[in-house]
């Protein structure tokens, strides 16, 4: 979805941070289970810079950067100077998510994180 929300043809440069691995190779270094499948992200332009974020790091190996990192995000957030971004929740759950990707594409919200609260989809609230 986010290959073709993103527009590569003007002078504008993007870059997406993700979780989701790029390559083949990104994903065997993420020590999945066998049994799980994961497609590279490959309909993503060239011209567009992706970051892989692995934050999974944080409990492992990488234990001390998060506490500093935690830390100091609490104190962006206290001093106000780090702020979260705006945030839209989707009505309907999994069921508005098309919508919502919709609104995206189009450009209704800028800087806009959508939130979707699983439990608000109709179809599964009974189970």
Same mark, same amino acid.
């Given at each position: 979805?986010?290959?073709?929300?993103?527009?590569?043809?003007?002078?504008?440069?993007?870059?997406?941070? =993700? @979780?989701?691995?790029?390559?083949? &190779?990104? /994903? +065997?270094?993420?020590?999945?289970?066998?049994? $799980?499948? *994961?497609?590279?992200?490959?309909?993503?332009?060239?011209?567009? =810079? @992706?970051?892989?974020?692995?934050? &999974?790091? /944080? +409990?492992?190996?990488?234990?001390?950067?998060? $506490?500093? *990192?935690?830390?100091?995000?609490?104190?962006?957030?206290?001093?106000?100077?780090?702020?979260?971004?705006?945030?839209?929740?989707?009505?309907?759950?999994?069921?508005?998510?098309?919508?919502?990707?919709?609104?995206?594409?189009?450009?209704?919200?800028?800087?806009?994180?959508?939130?979707?609260?699983?439990?608000?989809?109709?179809?599964?609230?009974?189970?």
């Amino acid at each position: 979805m986010i290959g073709r929300l993103l527009k590569t043809d003007g002078p504008e440069k993007y870059k997406v941070a =993700t @979780v989701l691995a790029r390559s083949v &190779g990104e /994903i +065997h270094s993420l020590n999945v289970p066998d049994a $799980v499948s *994961l497609d590279p992200m490959t309909r993503i332009s060239e011209g567009v =810079t @992706v970051t892989w974020a692995n934050m &999974g790091a /944080i +409990h492992g190996e990488e234990e001390d950067f998060g $506490v500093v *990192l935690s830390r100091y995000m609490g104190k962006g957030v206290q001093e106000g100077w780090l702020k979260s971004m705006r945030q839209q929740l989707v009505v309907g759950g999994l069921e508005g998510v098309p919508k919502a990707l919709r609104n995206m594409r189009d450009g209704v919200l800028s800087a806009t994180k959508y939130v979707v609260r699983v439990g608000d989809t109709a179809s599964i609230k009974g189970t």
